[in-house]
Nanobody, 124 residues
Framework: QVQLVESGGGLVQAGDSLRLSCAASGRTFSTDAMGWFRQAPGKERRFVAR????????YYADSVKGRFTISIDNGKKTVYLQMNSLKPEDTGVYYC?????????????????WGQGTQVTVSS
């Protein structure tokens, strides 16, 4: 099993920055890909970004390209999501996810492990 714990969410104004963290523990060696998803009220959980434990193979949703950066610290077993130039439409619960599938990218069903989520609210 893999346990994921997110932190770093909060209430910010449009244009501000936040950095989310996801601490992984347990059988992390079984996972190949780590991702961030978000879920706005009344909407489906959607892909934001993903990365491999090697630090490569990064992918982003079009809506966050150029503003968000995903990174990984292997030594700390932590995945980060740096979010800049935040917009009200970025509001939602952000979830960290882990997958044993090296090819996992946009599809949330390809991820087996999930954190409890952290709330990000961006006011206009």
């Amino acid at each position: 099993q893999v346990q994921l714990v997110e932190s770093g969410g909060g209430l910010v104004q449009a244009g501000d920055s936040l950095r989310l963290s996801c601490a992984a523990s347990g059988r992390t060696f079984s996972t190949d890909a780590m991702g961030w998803f978000r879920q706005a009220p009344g909407k489906e959980r959607r892909f934001v970004a993903r990365i491999s434990w090697s630090g490569g193979s990064t992918y982003y949703a079009d809506s966050v390209k150029g503003r968000f950066t995903i990174s990984i610290d292997n030594g700390k077993k932590t995945v980060y999501l740096q979010m800049n130039s935040l917009k009200p439409e970025d509001t939602g619960v952000y979830y960290c996810a882990g997958s044993t599938r090296y090819y996992a990218t946009y599809d949330r069903h390809e991820y087996e492990y999930w954190g409890q989520g952290t709330q990000v609210t961006v006011s206009s």
